[in-house]
T-cell receptor, first 113, second 111 residues
Framework: ETGVTQSPTHLIKTRGQQVTLRCSSQSGHNTVSWYQQALGQGPQFIFQYYREEENGRGNFPPRFSGLQFPNYSSELNVNALELDDSALYLC????????????FGSGTRLTVV | GENVEQHPSTLSVQEGDSAVIKCTYSDSASNYFPWYKQELGKGPQLIIDIRSNVGEKKDQRIAVTLNKTAKHFSLHITETQPEDSAVYFCAATPGNTPLVFGKGTRLSVIA
């Protein structure tokens, strides 16, 4: 059974640029939730993708967008990067739109300069 | 919406001692309370969870207790070992809605 994999592990972007983060869900899971974890804080929910559609969204602006593919993998896109977007972005997979039974990936550390 | 507070923010214990981390939640409708362990450079890993129809749950050295009336729940780790050193997060959710996390507790187990 493969776990959740995220790529890249680290990246540095300039303010105003755009970034795409990728996540492959755990085998048997069909739902992906994205969380943002600022330094010293708990993860905050960005959105969830289930059946290739957004299935709930947290308090994040529209410049945060996502996709889910037929193989259940997902992308998180952030446009017009701001310094405050610097954080660890975590992807969690689960089954059937659930918010329990999460398996988290190791995250992508994004630094905006 | 739900708000989760977690205490303490840091905790140091001697190896072999017990560690207790406490969380309070605000939404009386919350019914699922997981605890996650996050090691350096890794994502959170679920270590134990409890649902609102149960007051206590144990798994080897780890236990969680839930007091619905007071709206608080606690993680208890007995016989701590150096490999228990990590950041621990509590979370809560009222039904199948996104988890709301506490700010975390950095546990250091001193050998």
């Amino acid at each position: 059974e493969t776990g959740v994999t995220q790529s890249p592990t680290h990246l540095i972007k300039t303010r105003g640029q755009q970034v795409t983060l990728r996540c492959s869900s755990q085998s048997g899971h069909n739902t992906v939730s994205w969380y943002q974890q600022a330094l010293g804080q708990g993860p905050q929910f960005i959105f969830q993708y289930y059946r290739e559609e957004e299935n709930g969204r947290g308090n994040f602006p529209p410049r945060f967008s996502g996709l889910q593919f037929p193989n259940y993998s997902s992308e998180l896109n952030v446009n017009a990067l701001e310094l405050d977007d610097s954080a660890l972005y975590l992807c969690a997979s689960s089954f059937s739109g659930a918010h329990y039974g999460y398996t988290f990936g190791s995250g992508t550390r994004l630094t905006v300069v | 919406g739900e708000n989760v507070e977690q205490h303490p923010s840091t905790l140091s214990v001697q190896e072999g001692d017990s560690a207790v981390i406490k969380c309070t939640y605000s939404d009386s409708a919350s019914n699922y309370f997981p605890w996650y362990k996050q090691e350096l450079g890794k994502g959170p890993q679920l270590i134990i969870d409890i649902r609102s129809n149960v007051g206590e749950k144990k798994d080897q050295r780890i236990a969680v207790t839930l007091n619905k009336t007071a709206k608080h729940f606690s993680l208890h780790i007995t016989e701590t070992q150096p490999e228990d050193s990590a950041v621990y997060f509590c979370a809560a959710t009222p039904g199948n809605t996104p988890l709301v996390f506490g700010k975390g507790t950095r546990l250091s187990v001193i050998a």
